[in-house]
Nanobody, 116 residues
Framework: QVQLVESGGAFVQAGGSLGLSCAAS????????MGWYRQAPGRQRELVAI???????QYADSVKGRFTISRDNAKNTVSLEMNSLKPEDTAVYYC??????????WGQGTQVTVSS
């Protein structure tokens, strides 16, 4: 059974920092491209950051320079370090494990709220 469990969501003030973590089980973690997505109320889910199985990274323009994605294949975890948080970063953040366009998995999400 595949499980992606996010943790670390919280209420923080603008300018603050927060770290999210996603623990994966039931998959061959090192074979997956891992991503963080977010969805704010009334908006579509959007890509935040991806780290490929080879270690390459990609970020949304809105978070470049502020967020850092990393993975630990030994622990089957992917993390998102978020700095200089803004109110517009408020959203539910989801972990994604992707093997192909037709084979990916999602976590249940963790809420991040940034107050102004």
């Amino acid at each position: 059974q595949v499980q992606l469990v996010e943790s670390g969501g919280a209420f923080v003030q603008a300018g603050g920092s927060l770290g999210l973590s996603c623990a994966a089980s039931g998959i061959i973690f090192s074979f997956a491209d891992m991503g963080w997505y977010r969805q704010a109320p009334g908006r579509q889910r959007e890509l935040v950051a991806i780290i490929t199985r080879y270690g390459g990274t990609q970020y949304a323009d809105s978070v470049k320079g502020r967020f850092t994605i990393s993975r630990d294949n030994a622990k089957n975890t992917v993390s998102l370090e978020m700095n200089s948080l803004k109110p517009e970063d408020t959203a539910v953040y989801y972990c994604n494990a992707r093997f192909s366009s037709a084979n990916d998995y999602w976590g249940q999400g963790t809420q991040v709220t940034v107050s102004s």
